[in-house]
């Protein structure tokens, strides 16, 4: 890739309290594709994606260092406006929580939040977006019931949805499938691999097999480092550190 | 053998106990409210409810029994403490649920919950050294004269013993309530869902008007439910600040004369006139009725907005 990359981690390290979550990450995320962040539960994969849309911050007794730059700019840097980065960076949980509010209302929400939404093109917008996430022939016909009521599946889609209709150019993904059926991982899978020619996506995954079906690179993270980063197919057949291999081999982890 | 037969009836006993005393606990409300139809029956039979709803005179002598102005007095004073009340407690309790730190958190609920517990004749003592006065200054000062020509607002009683005093003082009696459950009720809305809001670029206040208090709205209609239910019934605080004028209120700063005030303040005393007793127990009859819809009308309410969450 000889663009520049479109997610830049330098020397980031966080710690819960006095544990230490990260330590100094550095990697980088080519623009659009699929990087699949891997490793054991507990290495630190959430952490890492929580970091990139500032979401980490939330929670008290956090600490964090180091850089991350988005296009080049840093999103720590002091000044920056915190739900501007969160605009630009997506994020799809890996338990759907959809708003206590209708399936349209839902969909809305972001361009509401950031008044991109009018009397005129409201119902444009939730078409278009619960299309693009696969769900509206399902619910087109009762659009103004409880998001809450849609199987889990189904309400995935809807966050998916709803992440898409603020038009993020980064989607964090964090296991995504792990609350789903195989049949809705399937269509998260499908979706997320159509996604990807337009945005940056970073999955995080415990599943291999997931990984090697949709990585275009992948970060492998073992106890809070970074071992091994790279384009899947070198990651995969070919790694550098005697760890992924372990990893890789169902050896460790 | 025998321990074995001791035990087995030992044990269907203690079952047999436990129910009758539970039988006994949830039918006592069916028991309470049949007795005071049974003795409020001669006043219901004797005249038309539409007079005893309405008629605004109640002069037991003259066999003239009007629960108007009571009814009136129990909604102004109530209505009154809610106005004041619940904005003021939505707000403690979203601080206390959503900005708090632990240790202010850690010095502030145990003295919430503690006020909870104060016996409400030390909120009456309070009414009549602070509040009285106050709102005596109040509608003497110029504040008070200019607020006088609004409608609500006139001054026709200086005694400071009001509407409005008792509004304050149920009011504060109801912050604790209102706040230990609707604060607990928006802590416990899933840190995923503020999250998923957040992460659409949501604001901190932006996350918490549309998603937090939307998810926990049912539970926090359960909060000013108890509170409303606590000030409507509350007897004695009330009793020492209203002024007990029976007269219908127009104004915060007129005298009232709330159901419960009546109650207590009458019954036992001149029973030997006709009717009297029939009548005090039919207007605790209305208060308990009263109560019981409300309850049972923010039920439904509660079980229509459950389906949003
Ligand atoms: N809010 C938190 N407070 C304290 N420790 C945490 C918190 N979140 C995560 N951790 C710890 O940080 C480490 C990394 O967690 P996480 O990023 O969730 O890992 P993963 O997503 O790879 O399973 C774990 O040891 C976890 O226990
Ligand atoms: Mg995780």
């Given at each position: 890739m000889d663009e520049r990359p479109h997610i830049e981690i330098q020397n980031l390290s966080v710690w819960y309290g006095e544990q230490r979550a990260l330590k100094d990450i550095s990697v980088a995320f080519p623009a659009r594709g699929i990087t699949a962040v891997i490793g054991p539960s507990g290495c630190g994969k959430t952490t890492l994606l929580k970091s990139i849309n500032r979401l980490l911050e939330t929670s008290d007794n956090v600490r964090i260092s180091g850089r991350i730059l988005l296009d080049g700019a840093d999103i720590y840097a002091p000044g920056v406006d915190v739900t501007e980065i969160r605009t630009r960076v997506g994020l799809l949980a890996s338990k759907p929580f959809p708003l206590p509010m209708s399936i349209y209302d839902n969909v809305l929400y972001g361009p509401r939040i950031h008044g991109l939404c009018r009397r005129d093109n409201a119902d444009a917008i939730v078409e278009r977006y619960l299309r693009a996430a696969d769900l509206w022939e399902e619910v087109r016909e009762r659009l103004q019931t409880p998001a809450h009521a849609l199987s889990t599946g189904q309400q995935q889609r809807l966050c998916l949805a709803r992440a898409l209709a603020v038009e993020p150019e980064v989607l964090l993904c964090d296991e995504p499938t792990a609350a789903l059926d195989p049949i809705s991982a399937q269509r998260i899978e499908d979706l997320l691999r159509g996604l990807k020619r337009h945005m940056t996506i970073v999955l995080v995954t415990h599943i291999l097999r997931q990984a090697r079906r949709l990585a275009d690179y992948v970060v492998f993270l073992w106890l809070g480092e970074l071992v091994e980063a790279g384009p899947a197919e070198q990651v995969f057949n070919n790694p550098l550190s005697e760890r992924t291999r372990a990893y890789l081999m169902g050896d460790i982890g | 053998m025998k321990r074995v037969a001791l035990r087995r009836a030992t044990d269907q006993t203690a079952k047999h106990i436990t129910a009758a005393v539970s039988a006994a606990t949830s039918l006592l409300v069916v028991f309470i409210a049949l007795v005071l139809l049974v003795r409020s029956w001669p006043i219901f039979v004797t005249r038309p409810l539409s007079e005893l709803l309405f008629s605004t005179t109640w002069k037991p002598l003259q066999s003239a029994f009007g629960y108007y102005p009571f009814i009136m007095g129990t909604l102004w004073v109530t209505c009154v403490a809610m106005v004041i009340a619940v904005p003021i407690c939505l707000l403690v309790s979203i601080y206390l649920a959503e900005y708090a730190s632990r240790r202010v958190y850690a010095m502030v609920k145990p003295l919430i919950d503690v006020s909870?517990?104060?016996?409400?004749v030390i909120f009456g003592i309070w009414g009549v050294i602070m509040v009285v006065p106050l709102v005596q200054k109040l509608a003497a000062s110029s504040i008070g004269r200019s607020l006088s020509r609004l409608p609500l607002f006139e001054v026709h009683n200086p005694t400071g013993y009001s509407v409005l005093a008792g509004g304050i003082v149920l009011a504060v009696m109801v912050f604790p309530v209102i706040i230990s459950v609707a604060e607990e009720v928006i802590r416990a809305v899933p840190t995923g869902l503020r999250e998923a809001s957040w992460a659409l670029g949501a604001t901190r206040w932006q996350t918490i008007k549309y998603v937090v208090l939307r998810h926990a709205a049912p539970g926090v209609l359960a909060a000013i439910v108890l509170g409303f239910s606590r000030a409507f019934g509350e007897t004695m605080a009330v009793i020492m600040v209203v002024g007990n004028v029976p007269r219908v209120p127009r104004s915060l700063f007129d005298a009232a004369y709330p159901l419960t005030a009546l109650i207590a303040n009458s019954y036992g005393e001149m029973m030997s006139i006709p009717l009297y007793d029939a009548a005090l127990l039919g207007a605790a009859l209305l208060l308990l009725v009263i109560v019981l819809l409300f309850n049972l009308g923010a039920r439904l309410v509660l079980m229509r907005m459950i389906r949003y969450r």
């Open positions: - | 909870a517990g104060i016996p409400s």
